[in-house]
C-alpha cells in the first residue's frame, strides 16, 4: 500500500479556472505538508498542519487554500490559476521522533495554459 | 539569512567513489538531512545527522561538522541507477509558532557514466 498518495498525478487546465489536489496518508503520522517544486528543482515549502492545525503557512498568494479535514488528509484547493502556478506539487508526511524525516507523495504535476 | 550551498552539478564513472559537498548558514541547526530525487519521482530519505561525524549506511555515507556548517554524501561503488539529484536539507531553529523548519538545498544533480 502507497504510504502517502496524491491525486491526481498529472493536471492540465487553462488560466483562471480552479483546480485541487488531494493528499492522504497511511503512515499514522501527525504532521502533512505541501511542497512546489518548480521547473528548477527548488523545493519550496507552502504549508504544514499538525493535527488539522495549521502551523506553518510562507508567504503563498492566498489564491492557494490548504485544508485539513483530519490528520490523515490535507488537501490544496487553488483558485484563478496562473502560468507560474505550473509546478509538481508534493504532499510529505512527518515521523515524529529523533529524525523527523519526510516522506513524500510521488508528486502532482500542475500544468497552467 | 539562510543558505545552503551545494554545487549544481557532478559526473562520475561506475564503481568510483563521489563527494557531494553541502555548506550551510541558518538560524539554529537540529539536524542535517540527505534526501535522493530521481527524475521525475519524489524525493526519498537517505540519511540524518545531527552530531558531528560520519554515518555510514551500506553505500553510502554522510558526514556532519557543525562548528564548519559543513556535510558530504559519500557515495562507493557508483551504480547507474545513483544518477539523480540529491538534496541537503537542513531542520533550523523553530520559529515564532514553535515550529522547526525545513531549509532546503536545490539539489546536486549526480550523472554516472558507464
Known amino acids: 500500500d502507497t504510504a502517502v498518495s496524491q491525486t491526481p498525478k498529472y493536471l492540465v487546465t487553462q488560466m483562471g479556472n480552479d483546480k485541487s489536489i488531494k493528499c492522504e496518508q497511511n503512515?499514522?503520522?501527525?504532521?502533512m505538508y505541501w511542497y512546489k517544486q518548480d521547473s528548477k528543482k527548488f523545493l519550496k515549502i507552502m504549508f504544514s498542519?499538525?493535527?488539522?492545525?495549521?502551523?506553518i503557512n510562507e508567504t503563498v498568494p492566498n489564491r492557494f487554500s490548504p485544508k485539513s479535514p483530519d490528520k490523515a488528509h490535507l488537501n490544496l484547493h487553488i483558485n484563478s490559476l496562473e502560468l507560474g502556478d505550473s509546478a509538481v506539487y508534493f504532499c510529505?508526511?512527518?515521523?515524529?521522533?529523533?529524525?523527523?524525516?519526510?516522506?513524500f507523495g510521488e508528486g502532482s504535476r500542475l500544468t497552467v495554459l | 539569512g539562510q543558505n545552503i550551498d551545494q554545487p549544481t552539478e557532478m559526473t562520475a564513472t561506475e564503481g568510483a567513489i563521489v563527494q557531494i559537498n553541502c555548506t550551510y548558514q541558518?538560524?539554529?541547526?537540529?539536524?542535517l538531512f540527505w534526501y535522493q530525487q530521481h527524475a521525475g519521482e519524489a524525493p526519498t530519505f537517505l540519511s540524518y545527522?545531527?552530531l558531528d561525524g560520519l554515518e555510514e549506511k551500506g553505500r553510502f555515507s554522510s558526514f556532519l561538522s557543525r562548528s564548519k556548517g559543513y556535510s558530504y554524501l559519500l557515495l562507493k561503488e557508483l551504480q547507474m541507477k545513483d544518477s539523480a539529484s540529491y538534496l541537503c536539507?537542513?531542520?533550523?531553529?523553530?520559529?515564532?509558532?514553535?515550529?522547526?523548519?525545513?531549509?532546503w538545498g536545490l539539489g546536486t544533480s549526480l550523472g554516472v557514466n558507464p
Open positions: 510529505a508526511s512527518q515521523l515524529t521522533g529523533r529524525t523527523g524525516e519526510l516522506f
Open positions: 503512515l499514522g503520522h501527525d504532521t
Open positions: 498542519y499538525n493535527n488539522k492545525e495549521l502551523i
Open positions: 541558518t538560524s539554529g541547526f537540529n539536524g
Open positions: 545527522n545531527v
Open positions: 536539507a537542513v531542520k533550523a531553529r523553530r520559529n515564532a509558532g514553535n515550529n522547526r523548519k525545513l531549509i
